[in-house]
Each structure stands twice: as C-alpha cells, then as structure tokens.
C-alpha cells in the first residue's frame, strides 16, 4: 500500500471504529514496513539482530500518533494495581505456558516443524540480559501497544468484549506469520486482551506479556516419548506436569478474577 494512502487510513481512525477489515490493513502496513527494514539492511550488509523489530515499533507508535494528537497519552494511561494481581498473573501465566507447550507438541505431532526452521528464523542473543531486552522487554512494549493499546482498545468500541478479545487475539497469532507460533501466540493473546479489558491499563499487558516471553525462553520442560509421526520422534509432558500446569492456572486466573471483581466493587 502506498505510504499516502496509509497515512490516509490512519487519519480516518480515529473518526471512524477500527473495523476487523482496517485492523488488518495495519497489520499488514506494519508487515510491510518491516519487511522494507529487513531488505534494507540486507543491502547495506547489516546483521539483523532486533533492528526489524525497532522498525515495527517506530511504525507503531507513527500510527498510534496518527490516530489522534492524545491518542499515546491514551494508550500509555496509568492505573494502580495491586501486588496480588501481579502474583495471579505470574501463576496463570506460569500454569498456560505449561498448557500452551503441550497443546504445541499435539499440533507439531501432527504438522512437524521443518529442521532449522526457528534457528534459521529467529535471532538468539547469546547473552541473558540481551534475551531478556530481544525477546521478552522489546516484543512485549511493542506488540501490547500495537495490538491491546491501538486495535483491542478501539474494537472494544465497535464490538462486544468477547469479540474484541478474539479478533484482536487472532491478529495477534495471524501475524507471527507460521502455524506453530501463530497458534500459541493466539492462545495467549486471549488472555492479554482480557486482562486488558478487565484493567484497562496497557502496562500490565506488557508486564503479562514479557514474563509470558521469559517463560518461553527459559523454561524447561519434562518429556517423554510418545510414538513417531512420520520419521520424528513426537512427545509429551508427563501426565503430572499438565495436570500441575491446569492447577496453576485455574489457581491464577480464578485470582485475578476475584481481585478485579474486588475492584470493580471498590470502584
């Protein structure tokens, strides 16, 4: 799309609803800005690292500004919450990444991931703090101001919350651009929006998601084998490690139910 007529879009947003239709011209406006970004750098002989990433978050925020003169004062609102919301979230998140990683290894028994085909993707800092900034602190900024601050927050005006939720979600997922992530990504972005939806505050979706991203990176796993599909070996959590993994978060989620109903009921 031609950057007049990006610039077009984004003017009309904020006197118009963000329909699911505009969403997804954003979506893919800022696919195609990143994509620019890489082929730039691919010509200049520059190593990638998360430059494509700092590209993505300069054409968010462009168009969250574009979207009104208040709009970023909007999106980055402060609202206090307490430490027990914070401690809930931990334990749900904790309890899905254990749910989300075996619903993965059902889904990658059934399609299996192409060799090489994350390392090849993905660029992996060998140092913890730089994983911690490249894939928990940047992506979680970048991606809940995009996808909570700009699109849920606006649908939440056109929709019902439930679909506001899960259209947002699906966004979320579609753009990982591989079934693999964009499955587990869709899964998680449902219980950001939700969480943005019952505090109405974008930091702690971005707290949520860069802990949910930590977990990714650095959590292990129990294994054990379970037959073959095709020529790889396919596994799975022990029984024990799922059902803990379901016990936490329903203990967590049932917690920050509890403390936001509190809120409600205080406010």
Known sequence: ?????????????????????????LCLCLLGFQFL???????????????????????????????????????FVWRDIPIPVFAGIMVMFFGLEIIKSELSNLLQSMLPVPDGFFSSRFYM?????????????????????????????????HYSPIKSVLLSAALFG?????????????????FYGWIYWRYRTVWLCMFAHAYHNILVSYMSFPYVAAGKSGYQQVWRH?????????????????TVIVLSRKKDAQG
């Open 1 to 25: 799309m031609p950057l007049k007529k990006l610039y077009n879009l984004v003017q009309t947003l904020h006197l118009d609803p963000l329909t699911f239709k505009k969403a997804v011209l």
């Open 37 to 75: 970004g890489e082929l730039l750098l691919a010509l200049l002989g520059i190593s990638f690292g998360i430059l494509p990433d700092i590209f993505f978050l300069v054409a968010v925020l462009v168009i969250a500004r574009g979207m009104g003169r208040d709009e970023l004062r909007r999106i």
């Open 125 to 157: 800092p060998k140092n913890a703090f730089f994983v911690i900034v490249a894939h928990a602190l940047f992506p979680g900024f970048t991606e809940e101001v995009f996808f909570r601050g700009v699109i849920a927050r606006r649908f939440f005006r």
């Open 174 to 190: 579609i753009i990982h651009l591989n079934p693999w992530q964009a499955v587990n990504a869709f899964y998680a972005g449902i």
């Open 238 to 254: 022990p029984v024990w490690f799922d059902i803990m993994g379901l016990l936490l978060f329903g203990f967590g989620l049932l």
